[in-house]
Each structure stands twice: as structure tokens, then as C-alpha cells.
């Protein structure tokens, strides 16, 4: 029973490139969810989503980021053009989706981005 | 909006020792609480959680926390450590609100365990 999967683990971008950060939720799991975590600091939530839809994305830099969760395959967290501010680690999370605001986030082993 | 403090960054202890990680949180309404950790270089596993019943919760690696409604707290605690519990632990809390569930994490606690 695989858990989150994250991929690539480590990512090494050049400033003005594009990283592309996939999360496959556990199996059984509709919700995803993506957070930034900077050094020394706590996890930033940016996005939550269910199947092909936004659910919400208030901690979404307006600029540059998107998301998506497509009907199939795994979620996709996507930066342009990269700057160094970007480096951070970047977690994915699942759950069930079936009991809102009590239920247990499972997280992936995250993305490590580095941009030079 | 919710927040969540975690009054010491670094808890350094020895080995057998006791250990208290305190966290603070500020909500108007019921809420849900969560401590997870994080080992070197890997995502986060949850320890235990508070929904709701006996405020007292019991979680993996021998690790309890009590939830003061009054005092707003939800401090982590382990009667006797070991090497393995070095890592970073992070309080969360989520609550009723709006139609979505977004926890909101503490900055983290540092807890080194010393031979």
C-alpha cells in the first residue's frame, strides 16, 4: 500500500526555467494539498484541490505558480520562470476526502528545489 | 484566522530525560489538533490527534499531549527519550471554517536528543 509519492525528490533549476513537481495521492485518496516549506520555518499552505478542481488556492503566490489534479495521473505543481526565492522544500499531502475538517493529512517525502 | 505558536524552537535534552514542546493556538471555534514530525530530509508523520472526548491523547513513540481548551494549548510531551526522537515537530490545528480544511502548522520545535 504505497503512500504519497513525490517526484523528482531533488529538483535543480537555473533562474528563468520551469519546475514541475508531481504528487500521487495514496491510493483511495480525492484531496491534495501543496505546501512550501522555507528553512528554519514552519509549512506554508498553498493550494488544496479535488479531482480537476481548485478547491482553494488563497496561499498561492498570484504570479508564476499554478496547479492542477487532473481526472487522471498524478497533481502537478508547476513554477515559471523560476527565481531564487523559489528554492524551498515543497510537500504534497492526501487524504480521503471524506470527513472534512477532522481527517488526517498524509503527506509525501516532498520535493527539494533548488534554483540557481 | 487561526495561528499557531510554538513557544521554543529548540529543545535540546539528554537521553531518558523528559520532554515538554509546547503549543499554543488561537481559534474562535472548535477546533481539531495535530503534532507531527519530521525526520531529516522527509516528509511529515503524524504522531497523534485531538478531534474531539478525552483530552488527553495518546500517540506513537510513546509520545502523549493534552488539550487545554482553557489555556488554549496542546503541549507534546514524553516521559523518557531516545536518540531516535531528534527531529522537527510541528503542532497544527484546523477548524471548523468555511467549506474547505486547511491546517495551519507552527513554525516547528527542533528537539535534540543528547547521549
Known amino acids: 500500500n504505497a503512500g504519497v509519492m513525490q517526484n523528482p525528490r531533488h529538483l535543480v533549476r537555473r533562474r528563468g526555467q520551469e519546475a514541475r513537481l508531481r504528487c500521487s495521492p495514496m491510493?483511495?485518496?480525492?484531496?491534495v494539498y501543496w505546501y512550501r516549506q522555507l528553512p528554519e520555518e514552519g509549512l506554508k499552505f498553498m493550494v488544496y484541490?479535488?479531482?480537476?478542481?481548485?478547491?482553494?488556492e488563497s496561499g498561492m503566490p498570484k504570479e508564476r505558480f499554478s496547479a492542477e489534479f487532473p481526472k487522471e495521473g498524478p497533481s502537478i505543481l508547476r513554477i515559471q520562470q523560476v527565481v531564487r526565492g523559489d528554492s524551498a522544500a515543497y510537500f504534497c499531502?492526501?487524504?480521503?476526502?471524506?470527513?472534512?475538517?477532522?481527517?488526517?493529512?498524509?503527506f509525501g517525502p516532498g520535493t527539494r528545489l533548488l534554483v540557481l | 484566522a487561526q495561528s499557531v505558536t510554538q513557544l521554543d524552537s529548540q529543545v535540546p535534552v539528554f537521553e531518558e530525560a523528559p520532554v515538554e514542546l509546547r503549543c499554543n493556538y488561537s481559534?474562535?471555534?472548535?477546533?481539531?489538533l495535530f503534532w507531527y514530525v519530521q525526520y531529516p530530509n522527509q516528509g511529515l508523520q503524524l504522531l497523534l490527534k485531538?478531534?474531539?472526548?478525552?483530552?488527553l491523547v495518546k500517540g506513537i513513540n510513546g509520545f502523549e499531549a493534552e488539550f487545554n481548551k482553557s489555556q488554549t494549548s496542546f503541549h507534546l510531551r514524553k516521559p523518557s527519550v531516545h536518540i531516535s526522537d531528534t527531529a522537527e515537530y510541528f503542532c497544527?490545528?484546523?477548524?471548523?471554517?468555511?467549506?474547505?480544511?486547511?491546517?495551519?502548522f507552527g513554525r516547528g520545535t527542533s528537539l535534540i536528543v543528547h547521549p
Open positions: 485531538y478531534l474531539s472526548g478525552s483530552t
Open positions: 481559534s474562535s471555534v472548535s477546533v481539531y
Open positions: 491510493k483511495g485518496h480525492s484531496h
Open positions: 499531502a492526501s487524504s480521503p476526502g471524506d470527513r472534512r475538517y477532522e481527517e488526517t493529512q498524509y
Open positions: 497544527a490545528v484546523s477548524d471548523r471554517r468555511g467549506g474547505s480544511y486547511i491546517p495551519t
Open positions: 484541490l479535488q479531482k480537476e478542481n481548485i478547491i482553494d
